[in-house]
């Protein structure tokens, strides 16, 4: 049986893409270590992402802050993660989603914290998320001031504050409320 794990990160960011992972498991592979990837240090994920990438058939599916903006994160969330199982281009007998709620894809199952408990959703997990904190440490180095590299665009303290001195750049998502009050 085919089955393909995805999970997504970056829904509570401020700016960026909103990041899909999907991955199908070989029958034999075997990683005790994988889990959510909030769970795990930087370094774990990078060493997890080199296993998985190596061994494992993946893809990611994003939707741009546009996109976030146009049409709501959580229908964005949906998108992205129907991108990244379309990308893997391949006949699946099911796929299991994190969380509670799936996209339109065909055979699909939520799994409330599948990612705790599916290995299949804990490397798609890592997938996303290693994915999207490169894309942010990308971003940092073009715009260093906002320390994007560190908060991975998240609504911390120190990006509000960067964010209300300097202002908002084309990646920020308008629609979210603290990019939004910028502009009251």
């Keep these: 049986m085919i089955i393909v794990g995805v999970d997504e990160v970056g829904r509570g960011c401020l ?17 005790p270590e994988l889990t959510d990837s ?3 240090s930087e370094k774990k994920r990078e060493i997890l992402y ?10 990611v599916g994003e939707a741009s802050a546009i996109e976030i903006d146009d049409i709501n994160i959580l229908q964005a969330t949906m998108l992205a993660m129907r991108r ?3 990308r893997l281009n ?9 969380g509670n ?3 339109e894809l065909e055979n699909c199952v939520s799994i409330i914290k599948g990612d705790l408990t599916e290995p299949v959703i804990s490397a798609a997990s890592i997938i996303a998320k290693v994915t999207r904190d490169r ?8 715009y260093p001031v906002y320390g994007f590299a560190k908060h991975k665009g998240y609504g911390t303290k120190a990006h509000i504050e960067v964010l209300t001195k300097f202002g ?11 990019v939004k009050n910028l502009s009251l």
């Design 15 to 31: 700016v960026g893409n909103v990041v899909a992972g999907a991955v199908i498991l070989p029958n034999d592979f075997d990683l």
């Design 38 to 40: 909030k769970k795990l």
């Design 50 to 59: 080199a296993l998985i990438t190596n061994q494992c058939q993946w893809a």
């Design 84 to 86: 990244a199982v379309e």
């Design 90 to 98: 391949i006949k699946y007998d099911q796929v299991w989603v994190d």
């Design 101 to 103: 709620r799936c996209p």
């Design 135 to 142: 894309q942010m440490i990308e971003l940092d180095k073009l």
């Design 168 to 178: 908002a750049i084309n990646e920020h998502r308008y629609s979210f409320t603290p």
